[in-house]
């Protein structure tokens, strides 16, 4: 109806422009034809053409939605409704069938007693629960191919992608951790295999990621007299050696703004001497545990 009703717009128009030139080609009925005439006769073609419009388009049911509408209606369990919106399918309609078994499987479900409405919910809660199941041993056993395959770590040129590295242990974490909590017993074997494997990854690379960070910082801080080195078993160590901590007050004031940073890549000391040479430091103390143990950004 919208395409025929666009059809008699356009039609209308033609006949305007006609009429406008020469009204007597329009309006055949009348011995004066006049362009003024032509002109209310297409003002009035034009009110009865949005009449037909409103009387007929906007009745119009886009069945296609209604289906889509009526089915999480059926989903929210709001039966009725979804009822009422499939009615309204014209049976000229190609999908009036698919409406019709629609309307039986929302009564069908309104009809049902509380016991059996019970029976329901349990069993798409299982079925959904074991979909869920089903999607996390497909991610471990992606997770587990990748490293499987091999992926290299510290091999980022700045900061912020070492810091990425980290953030894929903490992802492996979460995962981990969905796991261990699953009553499922493959799953839990799934990422007990992946626990194992990101311990050792990390005890392996945890020591590069610190030595490359301090590579970096090194060549930041240079032009502002600082040198930068990390030393000790695993590199947990980092140490800041410039005139600039001769004060404690700039000690502090530095420390506060890498702690976080330190703290990430899990530094065991943050050391400060005024000099590279110099036997006493001043040294803060931050991460204690294990380079084993999972990552996490939760405080």
């Given at each position: 109806?919208?395409?025929?009703?666009?059809?008699?717009?356009?039609?209308?128009?033609?006949?305007?422009?006609?009429?406008?030139?020469?009204?007597?080609?329009?309006?055949?009925?009348?011995?004066?034809?006049?362009?003024?005439?032509?002109?209310?006769?297409?003002?009035?073609?034009?009110?009865?053409?949005?009449?037909?419009?409103?009387?007929?388009?906007?009745?119009?049911?886009?069945?296609?939605?209604?289906?889509?509408?009526?089915?999480?209606?059926?989903?929210?369990?709001?039966?009725?409704?979804?009822?009422?919106?499939?009615?309204?399918?014209?049976?000229?309609?190609?999908?009036?069938?698919?409406?019709?078994?629609?309307?039986?499987?929302?009564?069908?479900?309104?009809?049902?007693?509380?016991?059996?409405?019970?029976?329901?919910?349990?069993?798409?809660?299982?079925?959904?629960?074991?979909?869920?199941?089903?999607?996390?041993?497909?991610?471990?056993?992606?997770?587990?191919?990748?490293?499987?395959?091999?992926?290299?770590?510290?091999?980022?040129?700045?900061?912020?992608?070492?810091?990425?590295?980290?953030?894929?242990?903490?992802?492996?974490?979460?995962?981990?951790?969905?796991?261990?909590?699953?009553?499922?017993?493959?799953?839990?074997?799934l990422g007990e295999n992946l626990k194992s494997k990101v311990s050792k990854i990390q005890i392996k690379e945890f020591p590069n990621l610190r030595n490359q960070y301090a590579k970096i910082a090194a060549k930041k801080m240079w032009e502002n007299d600082i040198e930068v080195t990390a030393n000790g078993t695993?590199?947990?160590?980092?140490?800041?050696?410039?005139?600039?901590?001769?004060?404690?007050?700039?000690?502090?004031?530095?420390?506060?703004?890498?702690?976080?940073?330190?703290?990430?890549?899990?530094?065991?000391?943050?050391?400060?001497?005024?000099?590279?040479?110099?036997?006493?430091?001043?040294?803060?103390?931050?991460?204690?545990?294990?380079?084993?143990?999972?990552?996490?950004?939760?405080?």
């Amino acid at each position: 109806m919208a395409g025929i009703l666009g059809l008699l717009s356009f039609a209308l128009l033609i006949a305007l422009i006609v009429g406008l030139i020469k009204p007597s080609l329009i309006l055949r009925w009348t011995n004066k034809p006049t362009r003024l005439k032509v002109i209310g006769y297409w003002f009035l073609s034009i009110i009865i053409t949005g009449i037909l419009g409103v009387m007929f388009i906007d009745t119009t049911i886009d069945s296609k939605t209604s289906i889509q509408t009526a089915n999480n209606k059926i989903k929210e369990g709001n039966y009725s409704n979804a009822i009422s919106t499939l009615e309204k399918i014209e049976k000229t309609d190609s999908l009036y069938n698919k409406a019709q078994l629609l309307i039986k499987k929302a009564d069908s479900l309104n009809n049902l007693t509380a016991e059996e409405k019970r029976v329901a919910e349990r069993i798409n809660a299982e079925k959904a629960k074991k979909e869920e199941v089903l999607k996390q041993k497909e991610q471990l056993e992606r997770e587990l191919k990748s490293i499987d395959d091999g992926i290299e770590f510290a091999e980022g040129n700045s900061i912020e992608e070492l810091q990425m590295d980290i953030v894929v242990f903490a992802t492996w974490a979460k995962i981990i951790k969905a796991a261990e909590a699953s009553e499922d017993t493959e799953l839990r074997k799934l990422g007990e295999n992946l626990k194992s494997k990101v311990s050792k990854i990390q005890i392996k690379e945890f020591p590069n990621l610190r030595n490359q960070y301090a590579k970096i910082a090194a060549k930041k801080m240079w032009e502002n007299d600082i040198e930068v080195t990390a030393n000790g078993t695993g590199k947990k160590y980092i140490n800041f050696s410039g005139g600039v901590f001769a004060a404690n007050k700039n000690k502090q004031e530095f420390q506060t703004q890498v702690q976080e940073i330190l703290n990430i890549f899990r530094f065991k000391q943050a050391r400060y001497r005024w000099y590279k040479e110099e036997s006493e430091y001043t040294y803060y103390t931050m991460y204690e545990g294990k380079d084993s143990q999972p990552v996490t950004f939760e405080k």
